[in-house]
């Protein structure tokens, strides 16, 4: 079992639609979770992070935390074409103070 | 305000060559990750360091690669000798540590190709 899991997509939604993207992790005593975008040849960027159970919103970005079902989402709200990229889970696993990244979901806004 | 400054962009080697990346953190930052990126493992934790000493180089290939941090504003990754299959895009980011998460902030990273 990976340690964090996404699926790869694509993931396409029409403009102005929610994009929805999601992950799950293996270690139960991670603490902190974090979104990344990566452009095609860029570096990731980083979006959002969130370390408590619920929701935290962010402009057009709302990060969701289940700790429980092990489980983190990222929606987009009102997607637009500039969001198309791909988009990284990433986990700090308990004792351990730097970044476990899932492979990344790409997604495509189609204008 | 710079960000993370990595270099070279683009590196070409031959295979047995060595190669040596250099990343700059940015200023303040006390940790340095070093991550390797492609098509088939995506994103990988190769080494990290907390106020310039190495604390976790579980993700070290091989002994073919070492890293050094001399100090809080310099680190190399050192590939010696390369060979074709570490072609990737080599990644440093660099973080400032405190009790709560380990926000990461990428450079631009380095393509580097061995033939």
């Known amino acids: 079992q990976k340690e964090v899991e996404q699926n790869s997509g694509p993931l396409s939604v029409p403009e102005g639609a929610i994009a929805s993207l999601n992950c799950t992790y293996s270690?139960?005593?991670?603490?902190?979770f974090f979104w990344y975008r990566q452009y095609s040849g860029k570096s990731p960027e980083l979006i959002m992070s969130i370390y408590s159970n619920g929701d935290k919103e962010d402009g057009r970005f709302t990060a969701q935390l289940n700790k429980a079902s092990q489980y983190v989402s990222l929606l987009i709200r009102d997607s637009q074409p500039s969001d198309s990229a791909t988009y990284l889970c990433?986990?700090?696993?308990?004792?351990?103070?730097?970044?476990?990244f899932g492979s990344g979901t790409r997604l495509q806004v189609q204008p | 305000d710079a960000g993370v400054i990595q270099s070279p962009r683009h590196e070409v080697t031959e295979m047995g060559q060595e190669v040596t990346l250099r990343c700059k953190p940015i200023?303040?930052?006390?940790?340095l990750f070093w991550y390797r990126q492609t098509m088939m493992r995506g994103l990988e934790l190769l080494i990290y360091?907390?106020?310039?000493?190495?604390?976790?180089d579980s993700g070290m290939p091989e002994d073919r690669f070492s890293a050094k941090m001399p100090n809080a504003s310099f680190s190399t990754l050192k590939i010696q000798p390369s060979e074709p299959r570490d072609s990737a895009v080599y990644f440093c980011a660099s973080s400032l540590a405190w009790t709560g998460g380990v926000e990461a902030f990428f450079g631009q990273g380095t393509r580097l190709t061995v033939v």
């Open positions: 270690d139960r005593g991670s603490q902190s």
């Open positions: 990433a986990v700090e696993q308990a004792g351990r103070r730097a970044l476990t």
């Open positions: 200023s303040g930052h006390n940790s």
């Open positions: 360091f907390n106020n310039n000493v190495p604390i976790d």
